[in-house]
């Protein structure tokens, strides 16, 4: 089995070292989770100007945003602000949101594929299913200068998170076996 710790990275939202990309990337429709339509590609307007901050973030229930509250990046946030765009936000270079969200979305789905994968391991897995998670964690595993938008490109385009998906549930007897 190849080694997890290398493999996995931080799942827990830091939003202190991203660039609010889901409050720009996200499109959200006004209703019991938003209180305005907001599409995707555009600064949601209760962003702070001068920080990444959210300028309702201690009311965001009361004030209709309860969809905020729940959303959850797994970690692709930071990691698409820190590693791919090496700390420069869409606010220094605007020129470059439209990639920036691009890698948020890719990001998102390997952050999801890899956590996936981290659960399905904890069962008692045949020789065979290790095999087949070990075939996508090394499909998955970053390049050795991190992820850039070329390579998370390449990687969306190899369908390795639909294929991952559709070998599911060859992983049930595992599952049902714990
Ligand atoms: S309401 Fe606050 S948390 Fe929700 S998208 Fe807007 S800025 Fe982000």
């Known amino acids: 089995m190849l080694g997890q710790t290398a493999l996995f990275p931080d799942f827990t939202a ?3 070292r991203c660039a609010a990309l889901c409050c720009v990337a996200l499109h ?7 209180a305005f339509d907001k ?3 555009t600064p949601c307007p209760n962003l702070a100007p001068d920080s990444f901050g959210c300028r309702i973030h201690a009311d965001l229930m ?7 509250v729940k959303f959850d990046c797994r970690g692709a946030g930071q990691r698409v602000t820190q590693e791919v765009f090496a700390g420069i936000t869409w606010r220094d270079a605007p020129d470059q949101m439209r ?5 948020f979305r890719m990001m998102r789905r390997l ?10 391991q904890r069962y008692p897995l045949s020789p065979p299913q290790s095999q087949q998670l070990d075939a996508f964690l090394a499909e998955l595993t970053a390049p050795e200068s991190g992820w850039t938008v070329s390579s998370l490109t390449a990687l969306d385009a190899s369908d390795v998170f639909d294929r991952f998906k559709a070998a599911l549930p060859a992983f049930r007897s595992a599952v049902s076996r714990a």
């Open 99 to 103: 990639q920036m969200i691009d890698a």
């Open 62 to 68: 009361n004030k209709g945003f309860g969809g905020c």
């Open 39 to 41: 599409p995707a590609g």
């Open 28 to 34: 959200f429709d006004k209703g019991d989770a938003f």
């Open 14 to 16: 830091d939003c202190t």
């Open 111 to 120: 952050h999801e594929t890899l956590e996936a994968i981290a659960l399905l």
